[in-house]
């Protein structure tokens, strides 16, 4: 098999910035056509101005990072005459993906309610904030408050430190991977009944759903769980954040048969038999103990000379920036860095899905504003007059 996953599949994306977006590419990079719609009279997703890089105007590599394998097509959804359009679109895509504040879908006809009358099977995916009912419905939301208030900021840091956020947008991509696959799974459903349906994911459940084990420690055993020091695991020992003699490395003995190979590998194998370090339970009523041998082991080589000595048989990473992580000579070994085609004389180097599969994968860099306008709606049996028409009228 040599076609994309999700190849045949057609999906319409009202979407922008960061975490609807970076949903509706990874169904891209599989294979699924991705129509992405822009207000023309907004210029766009506002993404496409977001700096301080540009591959060219409008077009930032923000932007290009959340949007690459789509198609672009203009059309104002405030406009009434806009639903026309949308509804030629639902009567030939398998469904809709939107990432709009929770009391818009509704008012703009992107629910299943609102579109099942072009397209019955049609499935409706909507990311907001906090939901489209309750009290914040019509709340605006993003990535950093909804690490705040669901405790995350709680759990990153050391202990004496300020309360400090993910480095990365973490709350925005969990949220568009669950959007895209609770879209995925509602169209498998809809194949199977001829009956689509609305889906719903917001940021907030997503946040607080990431809790996972934490939250369960708490309903019941009302454990609070707060910043370990040196980004230790809270309760598997050793399993942090150590000192070398340039820098640190971060081994995580996450099973117990790799507390022994690591005591070995150290040059005190008596540690593994030594009855304070037994198993996980004792070794997190002595933790400092650990940790005081480990610092004075570590620090004697270099981070380099440590993995090179673990050989893979402990689990151990550098601590590396961006720059050292993408230069990383595994990262070109594995060819992670793809170019991706651009109209714009360059290609736009990134990340590619971790997705594999044997066959040819999308290569397209993000589309410019409005590129596939004219050649969708010619798809969806407008002609060229009345594209022209809606034009002039400021629909498309």
Partial sequence: MTAAPL????IIAVEQYGA????????????????????????????RRVGPHFLAPNDSYFFESFNRNKRSLTLDLKKP???EILHALAARSDGLLDNLRGDLPAKLGLTHAALRVANPAIVCAHLSAYGRDGPRASWPGYDYLMQAEAGYLSLTGEPDGPPARFGLSIVDLMSGLFAAFALVSGILEARATGTGRDLDVNLFDAALQNLSYLATWYLHAGHVQGREPHSAHPSLVPSQLYRTRDGYIFIMCNKEKFWPILCERLGHPEWAVDPRFANFK?????RAAVNERLDDVLSTRKTAEWL???????PAAPITDVKAALENPFVRERGRIWAYESSKRQSVQMVPTPISWTGTAPRRAAPELGADTAAILGECGFSEREVESFRAEGIV
């Fill in 81 to 83: 005459a806009a639903r």
């Fill in 282 to 286: 004792d070794r997190l009523a002595n």
């Fill in 308 to 314: 090179e000595h673990f050989a893979g048989a402990v």
């Fill in 7 to 10: 190849s045949g599949l057609r």
């Fill in 20 to 47: 609807g977006p970076y949903g509706s590419m990874q169904l891209a990079d599989l294979g699924a056509e991705v129509i992405k719609i822009e207000n023309p009279a907004e210029e766009g997703d506002m993404a």
